[in-house]
T-cell receptor, first 111, second 111 residues
Framework: EAQVTQNPRYLITVTGKKLTVTCSQN?????MSWYRQDPGLGLRQIYY???????DKGDVPEGYKVSRKEKRNFPLILESPSPNQTSLYFC??????????FGDGTRLSIL | GQQVMQIPQYQHVQEGEDFTTYCNSS?????IQWYKQRPGGHPVFLIQ?????EVKKQKRLTFQFGEAKKNSSLHITATQTTDVGTYFC???????????FGQGTILTVHP
């Protein structure tokens, strides 16, 4: 089954404790992207990757890092999380500018 | 940078009434995609529009892309309770990679 898998689905953690949200897709998509969703602000792009070892900033990259060492994986790293990064995060993938497939989301709470 | 405004932010309708959401871009778009997110779910692709003035229909849903490729609309005829959710537009700019979502329209349908 074609899917985008994010882990964890839920996480409560504390300020400053490094965390990684994993994202994996099994569709051989070259394009992958991370979004955060906040009430009234819609989906805002954090980082995207057009292929292995190619990543670029979206609209809200501050406080986040990503890597794309393999085509299927695109982890989101919060080196020193802060409460303003409490949000719902989505990973998505696609072939080029074709429709994106989204993961089920990760709800992060940073205390 | 590219800005996409989506209105309205909220829409409450009685079942059977029509519904329309609009997306307006500050720049000319290469394409626009529409997604639906059910409560508690992830965005799911509905349709992509590419051509100036394009109109596409999916049962009770009608999608339009403006002649200048700067605006788009989604119209639902005779809403049903299954239509509830948040509708997003996703604007593809002339540079592939960075994507901008509208803020979303939250649709509530009262039976």
């Amino acid at each position: 089954e074609a899917q985008v898998t994010q882990n964890p689905r839920y996480l409560i953690t504390v300020t400053g404790k490094k965390l990684t949200v994993t994202c994996s897709q099994n569709m051989n998509h070259e394009y992958m992207s991370w979004y955060r969703q906040d009430p009234g602000l819609g989906l805002r792009q954090i980082y995207y990757s057009m292929n292995v070892e190619v990543t670029d900033k979206g609209d809200v990259p501050e406080g986040y890092k990503v890597s794309r060492k393999e085509k299927r994986n695109f982890p989101l790293i919060l080196e020193s999380p802060s409460p303003n990064q409490t949000s719902l995060y989505f990973c998505a993938s696609s072939f080029g500018n074709q429709p994106q497939h989204f993961g089920d989301g990760t709800r992060l709470s940073i205390l | 940078g590219q800005q996409v405004m989506q209105i309205p932010q909220y829409q409450h309708v009685q079942e059977g009434e029509d519904f329309t959401t609009y997306c307006n871009s500050s720049t000319t778009l290469s394409n626009i995609q529409w997604y639906k997110q059910r409560p508690g779910g992830h965005p799911v692709f509905l349709i992509q529009l590419v051509k100036s003035g394009e109109v596409k229909k999916q049962k009770r849903l009608t999608f339009q892309f403006g002649e200048a490729k700067k605006n788009s609309s989604l119209h639902i005829t005779a809403t049903q309770t299954t239509d509830v959710g948040t509708y997003f537009c996703n604007a593809g700019g002339t540079s592939y990679g960075k994507l901008t979502f509208g803020q979303g329209t939250i649709l509530t349908v009262h039976p």
